[in-house]
């Protein structure tokens, strides 16, 4: 279901990037910026 399947997701960025949270950014500005201005 749904529920699960976000549960599963939400493990998995965790696992990848859960030692990250609070020190670096998931989501890089620069390229989502350059994206909407060309």
């Known amino acids: 279901m749904l ?3 976000g549960r599963r997701a939400a ?3 965790l696992d990848e ?5 609070g020190e670096s950014s ?3 500005l ?3 910026l350059d994206g909407m201005l060309q």
Do not use: C, I, K, N
């Open 3 to 5: 529920r699960d399947e």
């Open 11 to 13: 493990q998995v960025f």
């Open 17 to 21: 990037r859960g030692s990250a949270l």
């Open 26 to 28: 998931s989501l890089d």
């Open 30 to 32: 620069d390229a989502l």
